[in-house]
């Protein structure tokens, strides 16, 4: 006799009510986890590029083999001709050869994609009710002020930035990095700033937010693929083997991805400014031939790496910076590595001072690569060995002192109240450092040898049409003095050339204004979103029929 059939009645999980009871709980899960929790965001321009990349387009260089993005969009300084309807005319440079790509080389030796759409990132949402959000964070937050395309609705557009000065602090920006202070005058005070006075101090980032900011300036890795064609016209090795005394050494081959070394007397690996200049250039930013190029501040925040392969034992090794006018040094030796500064103002260098001396327990092994680095970066020179940092030591000036020692001039003259302009804003009070690597002991073998800088959050004026039109842009000049109150946030965007941010902005919209803070430049507690953490869904690759995901730029935000 078979089995009677269950009533329904006695198993309510096959039932149409039920199963329509159960999706509209969890959609009203789905909806509460994205008010409450994490909600999803597009990044829609290159503010904060290439960190997270808004609409962009990319180009692979057949000479070099490295693919990089480029913003297209006129409004964000690209305007690349031709951006999907006349693809003959795109023309970009190689940030690391020169190489044109569809203009001196021809088109079909450069590959061009096709305009992609931004990351799409999770934003933790109403963290900083329960923690209280921390310098360099990457935050989401409503606009301050009313955009254009606004005006008629009145609502307020989604903005994403790197947090910089928190509250309770007088910030600073100069020579491109960030200084605090305690805050000693009133939230959003116009009275002139004294960048010399006591109790200022550098701001420095984490290992894992430094590491995602450095912008690469070259890297043997990416040396022409095919030398035997005459790469003269667009390329020259910014790396050049020297003797101590600055002629050529003719020991030095650095022809290919790896640089050797044939002798073992002391030489140097020295960086050609000529050839290769280090500033705050983006490629991402790069616009059509013929259009005004961003004018480019000098960097010295940098860092120096490479692999080296000694052939035997005995190598000695030191990197050497000279920028501010001092000289920076760090000197490895067997197991002992030492960090040391002198000025070199006058007739003639100052005493050495030690900043740092350590017993690392490892040295550079004959026939083993060895990863070192060498970072001059917010006031402090490391040394890294194999990815674990060595010795540390650090420099502590004021911002006045930053800017007398950077620009070789009294910094009162520079920083005296004015009526409008920023003289901190002339390209040409920052001098490019000079570098090089010492060696002495070995014939060796150098594998990716690289140099990257640091974001440089450059100096400028307001911009036509807005409060304070022509006057220093704020905390970049002691004219424009950015103190913060009890809930107030200020950002910057990590395309600093290209970033309409706090340093720049506008009265505030009036609703804010009235409602919340009348305040410039600032984002208040209550316009705060939450914390970008991870690019779920990164720009899609269109060069097939299917769009794939681009999974492997998944990753964390930093």
Known sequence: MPEPTPDKARNPSHGPKETISSLIIAFIFAFVFRGFVVEAFVIPTGSMGPTLLGKHTRFESPESGVIWPVDPSPSRGG????????????????????????NELPLELGQHKDLLAGDRIFVLKYLYSIYDPARFDVVVFKYPGRPDSEMDTGQQQNYIKRLVGLPGEEVALADGDVFRRPASGQAGSQSHSDWAATGW????????????????????????????????????????????????????????????YAASAPTTLAWDNRARHITDRYSYDERARGLQQNPEFAVSDVRMALGVEPDQDGLTLAAVLDARGHEFRADIAGEKVTIRMRPMTGDAPGEWRTLAEETVGRSLKP??????????????????????????????????????????????????????????????LYPEPSLRWELAGSPVALHRVRLDRDLFYRPGVYNPGVTRAGQASLATHPSQPLVLGPDQFFVC?????????????????????????????????????????????????????IPIPDVGRMRFIW
Request: aromatic content about 10%; hydrophobic content about 35%.
């Open 367 to 428: 026939g083993r690569v060895t990863n070192v680095e060498f970072w001059h970066v917010d006031q402090s020179v490391q040394v890294w060995i194999g990815g674990d940092r060595v010795a540390m030591g650090e420099y502590a000036w004021s911002p006045a002192e930053r800017i007398g020692h950077t620009t070789g001039l009294a910094p009162e003259d520079l920083l005296r109240a004015g009526a409008g302009g920023n003289p901190l804003g002339d390209t040409a």
């Open 493 to 545: 965007g990590d395309n600093s050339p290209n970033s309409a941010d706090g340093r720049l902005w506008g009265s505030p919209d009036p609703w804010v204004k009235e409602q919340i803070d009348p305040t410039i430049g600032i984002v208040p507690r209550d316009l705060l979103i939450g914390k970008a953490f991870f690019v779920y869904f990164p720009a899609m690759h269109k060069d097939k029929r």
């Open 79 to 102: 305007g690349l001709v031709g951006v999907g309807d006349n693809p003959d005319a795109l023309t970009a440079t190689d940030p690391m050869t020169g190489a044109q790509i569809g």
């Open 201 to 260: 101090e550098i701001t420095r980032k984490s290992e894992r937010t430094q590491r995602e900011l450095w912008q690469p300036i070259y890297s043997s890795e990416y040396s022409p693929l095919h030398p035997e064609r005459d790469t003269r016209r667009w390329f020259d090795n910014p790396w050049k083997g020297r003797t101590p005394d600055g002629v050529a050494d003719a020991s030095w081959n650095t022809d290919g991805q790896v640089y050797t």
